[in-house]
């Protein structure tokens, strides 16, 4: 099993972001797919999931500025970042879980600073 981020980069605030992760090893398109972040010093915290339905659901501080979108053809979820702020730097994760199993990818870190 593989999830795999990229598209972390140091960012100004206001600039957007595209985060990636490509999942292998699992069946993909059953499985609730999310994004959850950490940032230093501070305990990891969900960010927004999809689930098989496309259904999504966002955390508070990232309403109308994030949305997750996946392609289950390319095994793929995407975080699409916009008007990033600095309280957004953080290390993203992604995150699949379904039929009682759950998997981590290994992170990508995102850098909101001017």
């Known amino acids: 099993v593989q999830l795999v981020e990229s598209g972390g980069d140091l960012v100004q605030p206001g600039d957007s972001l595209r985060l990636s992760c490509y999942g292998d090893?699992?069946?993909?398109?059953?499985?609730?797919l999310s994004w959850y972040r950490q940032a230093p010093q501070k305990e990891r915290e969900f960010v927004a999931d999809?689930?098989?339905?496309?259904?999504?659901d966002y955390a508070d501080p990232v309403k109308g500025r994030f949305r997750i979108f996946r392609d289950n053809a390319e095994k793929a979820v995407y975080l699409q970042m916009n008007n990033l702020k600095e309280e957004d730097t953080a290390v993203y994760f992604c995150h699949a879980k379904g039929y009682s199993r759950e998997y981590w990818g290994q992170g990508t870190r995102v850098t909101v600073s001017s």
């Open positions: 999809i689930l098989n339905t496309d259904r999504t």
């Open positions: 090893g699992f069946p993909f398109s059953s499985y609730t």
